[in-house]
């Protein structure tokens, strides 16, 4: 995060004590009806949201970020999903939660990535939690563009229809987390809730690593 050479004593390698203590925390598992709930307000059964960090551009968690989707290194999202799991763990935030679904990436991006960051995410916060983490329910059937390269009403039709169930019997009366690595409009995670409102009795939660501010 800061480039600076952590050695081998850092956990996992990934974040020096200093910039572990400089996470811009958002302290909202500790908070109803924040900035990162209010795009889900009118999802029906719609339980709780929280981010776990502030995301601003330009600065060091940018990078870290950046690094995290593009440079081949998922396990910073496996280490961060992990703190925060840790941290959240002294609220009542992941209470109830049956099981955790990352948004799936397209197939195609996939291929080209060779991993989905969320997932590794999800991971991270199963390894504290015990909460399984399922990739089979939920599928991303529109490779569509970046939502960081579209205008705020672009984002909504960009990801409009980009996601299909199946097998929704399995996942009746689950209370389903929703786990996203950044969440700007919530526009992504929103396509991603109204495909799975056919899971009968279902209720959701959403967490995102990180928050735009």
């Known amino acids: 995060m800061c480039g600076t050479y952590v050695g081998e004593n850092a956990q996992e390698g990934v974040l020096c004590d200093e910039c572990l203590k400089a996470l811009p925390r958002t302290e909202q598992a500790l908070l109803r009806e924040n900035s990162t709930e209010f795009?889900?307000?009118?999802?029906?059964h719609f339980e709780r949201g929280a981010a776990f960090l502030f995301y601003d551009k330009e600065s060091p968690l940018q990078r870290l970020i950046h690094k995290m989707k593009y440079s081949d290194e998922p396990r910073i999202g496996y280490h961060l999903g992990k703190q925060a799991a840790m941290e959240f763990q002294y609220t009542d935030f992941f209470d109830g939660i049956d099981i955790i679904v990352p948004i799936p990436l397209h197939r195609n991006r996939l291929r080209s990535r060779g991993y989905n960051q969320s997932e590794y995410i999800a991971r991270g916060i199963s390894a504290i939690t015990g909460i399984p983490v399922d990739t089979t329910h939920v599928e991303r059937i529109k490779d569509t563009p970046q939502q960081a390269l579209q205008s705020q009403e672009g984002r909504k039709t960009n990801v409009a229809g980009a996601f299909e169930v199946n097998h929704p019997e399995q996942m009746y009366r689950k209370h389903i987390l929703l786990v996203d690595d950044l969440i700007t409009t919530g526009e992504t995670a929103k396509a991603c809730l109204q495909a799975m409102?056919?899971?009968?009795?279902?209720?959701?939660?959403?967490f995102a690593l990180c928050k735009a501010r």
Request: proline share 6%; with cysteine; aromatic share 18%.
């Open 39 to 44: 795009p889900f307000s009118d999802i029906l």
């Open 197 to 206: 409102k056919c899971f009968r009795g279902a209720r959701f939660s959403v």
